[in-house]
Every structure is written in structure tokens, then in C-alpha cells.
């Protein structure tokens, strides 16, 4: 998880932050936590809150960067540090330089806060200098120790509180890992040595180290007994922690020897490097410390034989995260290893807890045996993961067991105690991330931290944010056996028909390990690849003629190799298929007369086409008349039919064929006429709408398909009238067959009255023009009521009867016989408004619906919905040509929903404009019953 470290500007504010880093070097104080919501289960991007408003406390000791001056005059360090020393009355001297280039200094003796404070901001001020800041002294994190023994590692276990080794342990027990453990160094112990490998001890400090000597390369524990007073004033003494030795044999702590305490990563290699003495240690140490674990190079140290790829810090203390910290963990990260925190132990937020507040580390809360957040674990935002730390205020055995010492001040007899803290907590995880990696050397350090977290279980109980949850060392494990698992590949086959325009697909078989794996395709036509076929599916095309067809299947995943496997050739492929229309003859029967021939669609377009004109003479099997694309009619031809073949060619399809259908007896070139135009007047109101047909004896008028007589017919909306030649007669080519119009349903303009017709309509009402409208022209007469007075019910939804009776007066109350039996099973014939509901089905504007008996129902007191209305206008309108448009005019409106392009066109003749929910998007409510009122403005729209 990363983390940020403030970085602050200008000359006050950087006081302020000089301040801060002041309180971090002083010994560390035990961590805490704020509320705070969990980090989610996957590492992020972005910057998590860090605190620095920490408490200034005594140092000595102080870390200084100075500018890379390359090309420039070189800086003179001791120059500054007199500086500084005279600038606050204190000698200031050199002791090292840092594995990362800084220069640790070190004063005469422990400075107060105020005159750390300046010191820092001294150095801090000068232009050659990068950053300084305080060399903090850091703790281990682990609560008193009690003692108990091995069978109460319930840490392991599969209860509530239990992170599931022993699942995990059949994936991995870290064979091959080496985990750094930085730290108070280590003893010597029967059941953790056949897995300790040589370490460092880092500590630069004679009186923090106890050992006579600075760095060397024994990282024995010598122990860090304290006494009243001695790293504090106020501060008690202690008896030696052991730390190390309790952090490493959570970790690796042999397992099946008969003896005291299991490792949860058993096989893993500790590398102890002590970096906390007498009071703790200083954050140069522990940073040098990070380095070397991760294999970097330290100054007069040398290399480390075994880099670590997981380190184990379970130290802490009140600080902003420093850049030295933060370097060093960062190239560690680097380096590829994972770096695993505490989070502290002063219930407290994180964030205020260094180096737990810092980026790119794993940052380990402490829960308890019933899986719930440890009374004293810090959380927050910083928090990632948590793991057992134990709580052994009630009951002693419900803290971690490890190895340890019965020494009180130096080592004495080995032994086993037990320890609460997220000193214990972390090495829980760092000891997953080792068999993780074990297992998948592969992963990266943010691998480790997502699948740690993808796997975790929530917590029971957690107040201020405990991260992911409790650590699953078996779910994890599992997980990365599966995706470790080399792919075993299956047999690919193929299916479909092997001919040219057939669809082949490939059924991958069945492969093994592949949970997660990617799938790619590969077509080869006689084994070589074919450009650009890498779907499941392939079409075969003109050039896979006569080719044995393959596709290899490749499965990938990550951190394994791929796997390819390819399936059996098929059979070579064969000629395809072509599709095509009937053809049809253009142009009518009659002497004189030139007919083509319109091919329709054929595909895989284009293809070729061979002719063949027939007259078809009775008894015989026709007379071959042309092969050319069109013929001319002669007399020969007069009383017979002619058909059309048309043979369609491409290689490599098989030829087809397709045959018109007859035209008309051939008439003589005196039968072919011109029909009379068709007559449109429009009336003022859509009752007077008409057209009228002539009277002819050659031709009959026809409106959808149905002969209408001659005279003068009602017109509605949309009317399209075709001419048919009549028996004995044709039409000439050149004459007009067909007339249209669309009548309006708009009458005159209307002003509405001054005085309104309804009693509840008022004239200032939303849509009164409209249903003073209706009024005026009888298509709402309204309800009379008691007082005699005429009202509208505006708000009122309208039901469907109500419905036909408004849209049949809009139509001008034609002159209509209503059957004697109803169209519709629920709807009497003696019922209000039957005539209106026949009418509609008469008209076709509603069918109504088809019920389980084949019984059509009109549901005549049901309120009609905004979407059902769409579709009766636009059929009032006698569904006038229209394309409705790929993208809907309304957000709420899918253009595969039924009564689509009717409320499209709702939309496009501004009958209905839905509403405005943003600058560009409308919303329709299809779905919702229209009320009377908007009924009045739809009727008053209609085009």
C-alpha cells in the first residue's frame, strides 16, 4: 500500500516540518489508532493520509542529505556542520556516511526538543543541504511476555482467528525464501538454528549496542535491559525483549521436530541483522539495515550471501515517514522484496506511526484469537492486512508462543513465551509472503500485497479500519497453486461444415490448470497462419478452397508458459453455397413492352449472373426466348406468361438458380392504358378528409392491398392508393401506378376561450389550450356533475375506453355499424363506448391482446400507458412511412422495445417531447399511464 510523506514549503512551514521530524528522533513510543475505513483489498494508486504531528523528544543524533553538485564546486559538509553547531551553541561531528549517501552526525550530547528543532531547521536552511532530519531511535513493537508452549499456536489454526497453514502448507512451507528480520538481533535456539542464516549486526553505537564494538558481522542479541530512567526521563526499566529471537520463530521456527513451536513458513531461512540495542536503534541503522537485506551495498559492510526477497519490521515509532526510511524502502522494493511493517501498538491511527506510514511497504494490524481488532493495534487508511497479534489481558494463552530466552538481562537457557503485539502480527505475513514466494518466485512485491488482500477474511470486530481483513495463508496459497500450475494442454476440435462461406468453430477441449488463463486462436490454412483469423470462429473464404483447415489454441496465464495445442486437420474444403433472391420481372406484359429483370440481393456479393427468358406455351416445357439481362414483348407472345431464370456464378461456389415468377398473359400493345389520377381533398377537419376513385373499366383501386369502389372515400392520416391492371389490359411502363398524401389532423387555428369549459380546468392551467380544444370539438364533452357544471379531471389517468372514444371523435366520428358480437371477450356489446372499441379493432389502431384461449381482451378499464398511446396515434395516423432512428431520441427508451419506432416518432413530429432531465438527454416514461390532460396536448400535436 503506499503511503505519502508530506513534504512542506516555504521558510515557516518547514519549521513546522522541522518539528515534526524532531519528535521522530527520539526513542520510538509504542503505535495506535484512529477510526478510519479499511483499505480496499487491492494495492492503490493513490496517496493514503499521513500525519506529522508528532512529539518532539531528546536526540543526539541526526541524518543529512547534501545536493548532487555534479559539475559544480563540491560542498564542504563539515563546513555546515560548524555552522549549524555554532548557530545553536553545540559541537556537531561526522560518525558515518549511510549506504544512500547521507552523512549521520551525531552531537555531544541529547539535545531538548527546542534545541533539536533548531538544529534541524539550521541545516535544513542551508542551500547545499537536501534534507536533514532527526536519526530517530525506534522499538520493538511487542506487549510484556508471558510463558506457555507449543500447542496454543491457535495463530495457525483454522478458528476464527487463524490464518490456515496447514492447507498452505501443502502448496508450500517456504522452501527457498529468505526472510530479513531486522531487528534486536538473534540467540541462538535449538528450534529456529538449522534455519538461520548468517545475519549483520548494524548498530553504529557503542552505547546502544552493549557488544564493545559497532558494526560486525555477529548479529547475536545481547540484549536490552534497561534500567528506571535510562532511555526517558519517567520511563521505566525492562528486562531484555528477545525480540528477534520471538519475531524469527514465528517465522521459521522448525516444524516436526518433536519440539516447542511451529514457524509458519517452517522451511523458510531467517537473516537476522540487529539494528535495536539498548533503547531501541537509530533509523540510519535500520535503514543500512533495509539495504543490505535487500542486497544493496552498505560502506564497510560487506555483501549479503542471502538477499532477502520478504523483510520484517517490527519496530516503529512517531515520526512522519523519513525520506531516509523511505529510500531505503524503496529501493528494497526495488530490489524485488517485499517490506512487512507493524503497525504499532498505541491504538492510534497508523499514519502518525513511522515506518508504517510510509509507501510501498505492508503495513500489519493486530487481531485476536476470536478475529477481532486487538484492543492496542493502530489502524486507519494505513493499515493493509491484519494477522495475529494476540490480546492477553484476559487469559495469558491467547498471546503468540515463540522461541525465546530466560535471560532477564543477558542471554541465559532457551525457551518458549508468550507475546502480544504487531510485533507478532507482521512476521504472520511476512512468513506467508515467503511461501508465497517460494512457490512463485515470479511475483512482485505488489502481487504479494494484492493477493494478500484479495484473500483476506473480514475481521468480526474492527473499530477505525483494519485494511483487507485477517490474512488466509491457505486461501492465498491455493490460489497461487492454481495459477503456479503449468497448463495441460486438451485436444482443440473443430466444428462445422468445410465449405467456402460456412462458419467453422473450435471447441478448445479440455485442458487442465487454466482458471485464469487467456485464450487466443490462430486459423491455418495447410499449417500456415491466416492473417488476421484469431477468433474462436472462422468464415472460410474463396482462397480456403480445396484447403485442409486447423487452428491452434493457445492458453496463457501469468507466470507460466503458454501452452499451445493444435486441433485435427479438416477435411479439404469444398465449394460454397451462394444465397439469392427470386428474381423479378420489371415492366408490364404487352406487346412493345421491354422487361429487366431486378435480381434482388445474392450474396457473397458480387456474383455473375447468365439469363434465360421463357414463354411459357401450354403443353410444352416452354420456349427459350432470350439470354440477354432484358427482352422486348412481341406478338408471338400474346396470351402467354414469360418467366425469368437467373443463374448466379462464382468461383468457387456452386451455381444457382432462381426462377421469377410469371407475369400476366401477355395483352396487345392497344390493351396496355394510363390510369385516371386519384383524387386527395383536404378538409379543414380530418372528418371531411377524402379521396376519390375513378370510375374505370381497365383498372382497379386498390388501398392496402384491398379493391376499393369508385366515388369518394373518408381519408385518415397517411392514404396510398395503387392502380391494378384489370384481366385482358396492362399498364404502361411510363404511366403513374401510385398516389399518396397524408392528411392533417390539425384543424384551424384555435384561440382558446377566455372563460374556461371545465370547472376544474383553469385557463392559466398547463395544456388548457389543448383541452379547451378538445371541448370545442367534441371529442371531450367531459363529466356533468350535481352543480350541472361540466369538469375534465385534468390529472386523471385515462383508461382504454375512455381512450377509443377520444381518438374515433378525432377521426370525425365516422359513419361506422358496430358488430352485433364484440371483438373483445371483455367487452359487452351494451357497454359505454363499444362502438368506440370496435371501431379501433375494425381499423386495426388496437388489437388488443391474445389470451391463453385465443380470446382477444381490450382490458377497457385499464389506464393507457405512455408507450401502448405512441402506438394508437401513429395507427390513428394510418402508420405513415417512417424509419426510426438506430440511437433513441430518449435515454429511457431501448430501440428493441416494443412500440420503439412509434414513440420515435412521437419524438420526431413533436407530438410528445418527453422531459428534460439534463442539457442533452430526454426521458420518455414509456412504462407510466398518460393523464387526461397530456392526452388533450397529444391529440392537439398530432401532424
Keep these: 500500500m503506499r503511503k505519502q510523506r508530506r513534504s512542506v514549503m516555504g521558510s515557516r512551514l518547514i519549521l513546522l516540518s522541522v518539528m515534526a521530524m524532531v519528535g521522530a528522533a527520539l526513542p520510538a513510543l509504542p503505535a495506535a489508532a484512529v477510526d478510519n475505513v479499511p483499505a480496499p483489498p487491492t494495492p492503490s494508486a493513490a496517496p493514503l493520509p499521513v500525519s506529522t504531528n508528532t512529539v518532539a523528544t531528546p536526540t543526539d543524533q541526526f541524518i543529512v542529505k547534501f545536493k548532487d553538485r555534479a559539475g559544480i564546486q563540491a560542498v564542504d559538509p563539515q563546513k555546515s556542520f560548524s555552522e549549524a553547531a555554532e548557530a545553536i551553541g553545540v559541537p556537531v561531528e561526522i560518525v558515518r556516511t549511510t549506504a544512500a549517501g547521507e552523512e549521520v552526525v551525531k552531537t555531544d550530547r541529547k539535545l531538548g526538543a527546542d534545541q533539536a528543532t533548531a538544529l534541524v531547521a539550521t541545516l535544513a536552511a542551508d542551500p547545499s543541504v537536501e534534507y536533514a532530519e ?84 555477529n548479529p547475536r542479541d545481547e540484549g536490552d535491559a534497561t534500567y528506571d530512567g535510562q532511555c526517558a526521563a519517567g520511563k521505566a526499566g525492562a528486562r531484555s525483549s528477545w525480540h528477534g529471537t520471538h519475531v524469527a520463530g514465528i517465522i521459521a521456527a522448525v516444524a516436526g521436530n518433536g519440539k516447542g513451536v511451529a514457524g509458519v513458513a517452517p522451511k523458510a531461512k531467517i537473516v537476522p541483522i540487529r539494528a535495536l540495542g539498548t533503547c531501541g536503534g537509530y533509523t540510519s541503522d535500520i535503514a543500512d539495515g533495509i539495504r543490505w537485506a535487500a542486497g544493496g551495498t552498505v560502506t564497510g559492510v560487506p555483501a549479503n550471501a542471502n538477499p532477502a526477497r520478504v523483510i520484517n519490521l517490527s519496530v516503529g515509532g512517531r515520526a512522519a515517514c523519513s525520506a531516509t526510511y523511505q529510500n531505503a524502502v524503496n529501493f528494497a522494493r526495488g530490489q524485488g522484496a517485499v517490506v512487512v511493517v507493524a503497525a504499532g501498538n498505541e491504538n492510534i491511527d497508523a499514519s502518525l506511526i513511522s515506518p508504517a506510514n510510509c509507501s510501498n ?79 512463485l518466485p515470479a511475483l512482485t512485491p505488489a502481487d504479494v500485497e494484492q493477493r494478500l488482500k484479495s484473500n483476506a477474511r473480514a475481521l468480526a470486530s474492527c473499530t477505525g479500519g483494519c485494511g483487507a481483513g485477517l490474512v488466509d495463508a491457505n486461501a492465498t496459497l491455493k490460489q497461487l497453486a492454481a495459477d503456479a500450475a503449468p497448463i495441460v494442454a486438451g485436444t482443440p476440435t473443430i466444428t462445422g461444415e468445410a465449405a467456402v462461406g460456412k462458419t467453422l468453430t473450435v471447441d478448445n477441449g479440455t485442458w487442465n490448470n487454466v482458471e485464469s488463463a487467456e485464450w487466443t486462436y490462430q486459423w491455418n490454412r495447410w499449417g500456415v497462419p491466416v492473417a488476421g483469423a484469431t477468433d474462436s470462429s472462422y468464415t472460410l473464404v474463396a482462397d480456403d478452397h480445396q484447403a485442409a483447415m486447423t487452428v491452434t489454441v493457445t492458453a496463457t496465464k501469468k507466470y507460466v508458459p503458454a501452452v499451445s495445442a493444435t486441433s485435427e486437420p479438416t477435411a479439404q474444403v469444398g465449394q460454397g453455397t451462394l444465397t439469392g433472391s427470386v428474381p423479378v420481372i420489371v415492366g408490364s406484359a404487352y406487346v412493345g413492352s421491354t422487361l429487366t429483370i431486378d435480381p434482388g440481393s445474392w450474396e457473397p456479393a458480387p456474383v455473375e449472373f447468365m439469363y434465360a427468358w421463357t414463354r411459357n406455351d401450354p403443353g410444352t416445357t416452354g420456349h427459350h426466348l432470350s439470354s440477354l439481362p432484358s427482352y422486348t414483348v412481341t406478338s408471338e407472345d400474346v396470351g402467354k406468361t414469360i418467366t425469368a431464370e437467373l443463374i448466379g456464378m462464382k468461383t468457387p461456389y456452386f451455381l444457382l438458380q432462381m426462377l421469377s415468377k410469371p407475369t400476366p398473359a401477355v395483352v396487345p400493345a392497344d390493351k396496355a392504358v394510363s390510369p385516371e389520377s386519384v383524387v386527395f381533398t383536404e378538409a379543414p377537419y380530418m372528418a371531411d378528409d377524402t379521396y376519390t376513385v375513378p370510375e374505370s373499366e381497365t383498372v382497379d383501386y386498390q388501398v392496402d392491398g384491398k379493391t376499393v369502389d369508385a366515388g369518394t372515400h373518408r381519408a385518415r392520416g397517411q392514404v396510398k392508393v395503387t392502380a391494378q391492371a384489370k384481366d385482358g389490359y396492362a399498364l404502361l411502363n411510363a404511366a403513374t401506378t401510385q398516389w399518396s398524401a397524408y392528411f392533417s389532423s390539425k384543424g384551424p387555428d384555435f384561440t382558446a376561450p377566455t372563460v374556461s369549459p371545465f370547472k376544474d380546468v383553469l385557463t392559466s392551467q398547463q395544456f388548457y389550450t389543448e383541452m379547451s380544444w378538445l371541448a370545442d370539438r367534441k371529442i371531450s364533452t367531459g363529466w356533468i356533475e350535481a352543480d350541472k357544471s361540466v369538469t375534465y379531471r385534468p390529472l386523471t389517468p385515462i383508461n382504454r375506453d375512455a381512450m377509443a372514444a377520444f381518438l374515433y371523435r378525432m377521426a370525425g366520428s365516422p359513419d361506422y355499424t358496430p358488430p352485433s358480437q364484440s371483438p373483445f371477450k371483455d367487452v359487452l356489446t351494451t357497454q359505454q363506448f363499444y362502438k368506440e372499441m370496435s371501431w379501433l379493432a375494425e381499423t386495426g389502431i388496437s388489437s388488443g391482446w391474445t389470451e391463453s384461449d385465443s380470446s382477444r381482451t381490450y382490458r377497457p378499464l385499464t389506464p393507457i400507458n405512455r408507450d401502448a398511446m405512441a402506438a394508437f396515434l401513429y395507427r390513428l395516423a394510418n402508420k405513415p412511412d417512417y424509419v426510426a ?58 401532424p
Design 134 to 217: 532527526p536519526d530517530a531511535i525506534m522499538q520493538p513493537l511487542a506487549v510484556a511476555p508471558n510463558d506457555t508452549y507449543y500447542s496454543l499456536q491457535w495463530g495457525l489454526g483454522s478458528g476464527a482467528g487463524g490464518i490456515n497453514v496447514l492447507g498452505a502448507w501443502d502448496v508450500s512451507q517456504g522452501e527457498g525464501s529468505v526472510v530479513a528480520v531486522v531487528d534486536s538481533g538473534i540467540l541462538g535456539h535449538t528450534d529456529l538454528d538449522a534455519n538461520v542464516l548468517p545475519g549483520y549486526d548494524m548498530i553504529n553505537d557503542l552505547a546502544t549496542s552493549r557488544d564493545g564494538d559497532l558494526r560486525d558481522p
Design 361 to 439: 511497504v505492508i503495513t500489519v494490524g493486530a487481531s485476536t484469537k476470536d478475529n477481532s481488532k486487538a484492543y492496542y493495534s493502530n489502524s486507519g487508511e494505513n493499515v493493509d492486512v491484519t494477522a495475529p497479534g494476540g490480546d492477553m489481558t484476559k487469559n495469558a494463552v491467547d498471546g503468540i508462543v515463540s522461541t525465546l530466552n530466560n535471560g532477564a538481562d543477558t542471554a541465559t537457557t532457551e525457551d518458549y513465551y508468550l507475546k502480544s503485539g504487531t510485533s507478532m502480527a507482521a512476521p504472520h505475513v511476512a512468513a506467508v509472503a515467503a511461501m508465497m514466494l517460494s512457490k
Design 885 to 942: 432512428p438506430v440511437t433513441s431520441p430518449f435515454r429511457d427508451v431501448d430501440p428493441q422495445q416494443q412500440f420503439y419506432k412509434e414513440m420515435a416518432w412521437m419524438a420526431e413530429k413533436g407530438i410528445s417531447s418527453g422531459w428534460m432531465i439534463s442539457d442533452t438527454d430526454r426521458i420518455y416514461q414509456p412504462l407510466s399511464p398518460i393523464n387526461r390532460d397530456a392526452m388533450a396536448a397529444f391529440l392537439y400535436r398530432m
